[in-house]
C-alpha cells in the first residue's frame, strides 16, 4: 500500500489539532471548574455577609427599643 506524504501530512495535522483541542478541552474544563469553585465561595461569602448585617440591624433595633423605653420612663416620671 502507497501513502502519499501529503496524506501523510495531513493526518499528523489532524492528529496534532486533536491534542491541541484535547489540551484546551481539558484547560476550559479546568478553569470552569475553578470559577464555579469561586463563585460558590463569594455566594457563601456574600451569605455571611448578610448574615451579619442583618445581625447588627437587630442588635440596633434593640439598643433603640431600649433607649425610647428608658426615655418614656424617665419622662413619665418627671410628669408624675
Request: zero cysteines.
Amino acid at each position: 500500500m502507497i501513502v502519499h506524504k501529503k496524506t501523510l501530512r495531513k493526518v499528523k495535522a489532524s492528529i496534532t489539532r486533536l491534542g491541541h483541542m484535547r489540551k484546551l478541552d481539558s484547560r476550559i474544563k479546568l478553569n470552569l471548574e475553578k470559577n464555579a469553585t469561586a463563585d460558590s465561595n463569594q455566594s457563601l461569602y456574600n451569605n455571611n455577609n448578610k448574615l451579619q448585617q442583618s445581625k447588627l440591624l437587630l442588635a440596633l433595633v434593640a439598643i433603640m427599643y431600649v433607649f425610647i423605653r428608658a426615655v418614656i420612663w424617665w419622662y413619665d416620671s418627671i410628669l408624675s
